[in-house]
Each structure stands twice: as C-alpha cells, then as structure tokens.
C-alpha cells in the first residue's frame, strides 16, 4: 500500500484554472499535522474538512511539499509516503511512522497550493474509460476516441490530458507499467497499455482518461506564450541538468520569465518527450516547474558507465 518516493515519479502539470491573465499565485505554507503520534497526515481531505487548517482554494492548480525548517522537498527525504499521498494534488502528504526505517519516524512536513486568482479558462472532462485490459490492451487512445469507438472526445482542442488506474486513481505514471511509445499519456496519442508488454505473469491495469478543454475559444496561447526551447546542459558529466536554479542564476542560459506556469520537457534533436523516454529523472525534477529537468547518468539502465542519459531541451509557459 506504500512506495518509496526514490522510483522514478513523472510530476504533472496541470493548466486548471490558471486565470486568462496568467494570474496565480502560492497559499502559505501549511503544517496542519506533526508526527508526534502515528503519522504527519498534511492531506487534502482534512483539510477540506477543516481539521487542523483549511484549503486556501477550491481547485489548486499545484502542490509542493516540504519539510519544516530545513525545507527539503519532501521527495528527497527518502521516506515512505502513503501511495495516494505523496505529494499529490488529490491526496496532499501523508507520511506513516511504523512504514519507516528501523529506529526512525516521519519527519514534519508542510505543504502549499497554487491557486488561480481570476476567472478560470478552462475545466476538466469527466473521466474516459473506453476500454479494458480483458483483451490484448487497455487503449485509452485519442484516435479511438475521434471516431466515437467506445466513446467520444469532449472537446476538439484539448489543452492538456490526465490519466489513472480505474477504482485507486493512482496515476499511470506511477504504476511502473510500460505504455505504447506515442501513447504515454500524451495530449496526442491518450493512453494505450498493451498486455505482453508488462511483466511476465501480469497484465495491464484497467485506466481512464481525461482531458482539459478549454472554454470558449481560449487555448494556451491565450494564458500566455511559450519560450525558445532552452538547452543548458549535455550529458558528457555527471548528467544534463536543465534545472530552473542554474537558469535562475544565470548558468549556461537565463529564465526566459519571472513566474512561469507551465513547463514542456523533450530530447534535443528527435523532439521525443521526456515522460516518454523511459529514463529516470531526480524526484521533484522530473520536468516540473519549480525545478525543470534533472537527469544523473548513475541513475541510468545499467548503472555508472552503462547507459547515460540523453541530452534534454525545456521550454516555460509565461504568462501575458
């Protein structure tokens, strides 16, 4: 029912109720809970609840978790956090004692959202589940969905795409499973899960999809305007490191904006999307706008000199 936040984590960035004049802006950090008794519960369902504190939004576009004090992202402490919380949108941060080391306890931690700050432009489908792993695939897939098969598109120019496990609603990305390349949960190709791609002796999930439409006739252009795509780094070192601190201090590149809220992530050359190279990136930079992208060589199939990482572009969402 847990998992160590060491494995690869794809973080997604959600659009939602980002204003039309880029407006948003971070609540204040929030500490509702400490782990002097079994756990440091910083969730969200208490929090709608008011119990111990309350949400500073309605629909938050983003989170961040954090310890307190020290302030180190919650994702490089090394503890175990409950599966449908770490560090989660929906679920907030729980972290559970007796699910830590030998001789050790959570640490306390705060979180904080990101919340809009004017009319939004854009809202969440209903979720999608057009198909089931009972055959040789679960395809959740754009194409199907176009041509009414099993379903239908809820809008013709959707801006961004969400997808989970039917039932748990843990992230796809966060289940270990491997996805058709094109269609790892990506805008273009949705979601497509075949069976005797998985491990032996198992089988794809059942998922579910969904897309963010936007209303009217606004589009991401209309919340603001994407940047030259930024390469900083190669991976002849230690790793590529498209972080957003080197860019902030002006390190072999410079950001293109003050607040961004977006982030697009890809390989130089082949133009193939991060989340969809199957390489494994640092927790917390794994083409996410508070740290960009951070690839470690070591970190790679095969260990220190087997296989290194490729070399990576990103490129910010200002706003107007």
Same mark, same amino acid.
């Given at each position: #029912?847990? @998992?160590?936040?060491?494995?690869?984590?794809?973080?997604?960035?959600?659009?939602?109720?980002?204003?039309?004049?880029?407006?948003?802006?971070?609540?204040?950090?929030?500490?509702?809970? *400490?782990?002097?008794?079994?756990?440091?519960?910083?969730?969200?369902?208490?929090?709608? !609840?008011?119990?111990?504190?309350?949400?500073?939004?309605?629909?938050? +576009?983003?989170?961040?978790?954090?310890?307190?004090?020290? &302030?180190?992202?919650?994702?490089?402490?090394?503890?175990?956090?409950?599966?449908? /919380?770490?560090?989660?949108?929906?679920?907030?941060?729980?972290?559970?004692?007796?699910?830590?080391?030998?001789?050790?306890?959570?640490?306390?931690?705060?979180?904080?959202?990101?919340?809009? @700050?004017?009319?939004? =432009? /854009?809202?969440?489908?209903?979720?999608?589940?057009?198909?089931?792993?009972?055959? =040789? +695939?679960?395809?959740?897939?754009?194409?199907?969905?176009?041509?009414?098969?099993?379903?239908?598109?809820?809008?013709? *120019?959707?801006?961004?795409?969400?997808?989970?496990?039917?039932? $748990? &609603?843990? %992230?796809?990305?966060?289940?270990?499973?491997?996805? !058709?390349?094109?269609?790892?949960?990506?805008?273009?190709?949705?979601?497509?899960?075949?069976?005797?791609?998985?491990?032996?002796?198992? &089988?794809?999930?059942?998922?579910?999809?969904?897309?963010?439409?936007?209303?009217? =006739?606004? =589009? /991401?252009?209309?919340?603001?305007?994407?940047?030259?795509?930024?390469?900083?780094?190669?991976a002849s070192g230690s790793g590529?490191?498209?972080?957003?601190?080197?860019?902030?201090?002006? @390190?072999?590149?410079? #950001?293109?904006?003050? *607040?961004?809220?977006?982030?697009?992530?890809?390989?130089?050359?082949? %133009? $193939?999307? /991060?989340?969809? $190279? &199957?390489?494994?990136? #640092?927790?917390?930079?794994?083409?996410?706008l508070a740290r960009g992208l #951070?690839?470690?060589?070591?970190?790679?199939?095969?260990?220190?000199?087997?296989?290194?990482?490729?070399?990576?572009?990103?490129?910010?969402?200002?706003?107007?």
């Open positions: #029912m847990y @998992m160590y936040v060491g494995v690869f984590v794809l973080f997604i960035l959600s659009l939602e109720n980002i204003s039309a004049s880029g407006a948003a802006s971070w609540s204040s950090w929030i500490d509702r809970d *400490n782990p002097s008794g079994n756990e440091d519960s910083e969730d969200r369902e208490n929090l709608e !609840k008011g119990l111990g504190g309350g949400m500073p939004c309605q629909n938050p +576009a983003e989170i961040e978790c954090r310890t307190v004090g020290t &302030h180190i992202p919650a994702l490089e402490t090394g503890q175990v956090f409950r599966k449908d /919380a770490v560090c989660s949108l929906e679920g907030g941060l729980v972290c559970v004692n007796n699910e830590q080391r030998p001789g050790s306890q959570c640490l306390d931690y705060e979180i904080r959202f990101l919340c809009s @700050m004017a009319t939004p =432009t /854009a809202s969440w489908s209903s979720w999608i589940d057009r198909d089931d792993p009972s055959g =040789t +695939a679960d395809k959740e897939d754009r194409e199907s969905l176009e041509k009414g098969l099993g379903g239908g598109m809820p809008c013709q *120019n959707p801006v961004d795409i969400d997808c989970r496990k039917v039932g $748990t &609603h843990i %992230h796809a990305l966060r289940t270990g499973q491997v996805f !058709k390349k094109g269609a790892v949960c990506s805008l273009e190709g949705g979601l497509v899960c075949v069976n005797n791609e998985q491990r032996p002796g198992s &089988h794809c999930l059942d998922y579910e999809i969904r897309f963010l439409c936007p209303m009217a =006739t606004s =589009t /991401a252009s209309s919340v603001g305007s994407w940047s030259s795509w930024i390469d900083r780094d190669d590529d490191w498209e972080d957003r601190w080197s860019l902030e201090n002006g @390190m072999g590149g410079g #950001m293109p904006c003050k *607040n961004p809220i977006g982030i697009e992530c890809r390989t130089v050359g082949s %133009h $193939t999307p /991060a989340s969809e $190279t &199957h390489q494994v990136f #640092m927790p917390g930079a794994e083409c996410s #951070m690839c470690q060589n070591s970190d790679q199939r095969g260990g220190a000199g087997g296989f290194w990482c490729l070399d990576y572009e990103v490129r910010y969402l200002c706003p107007k």
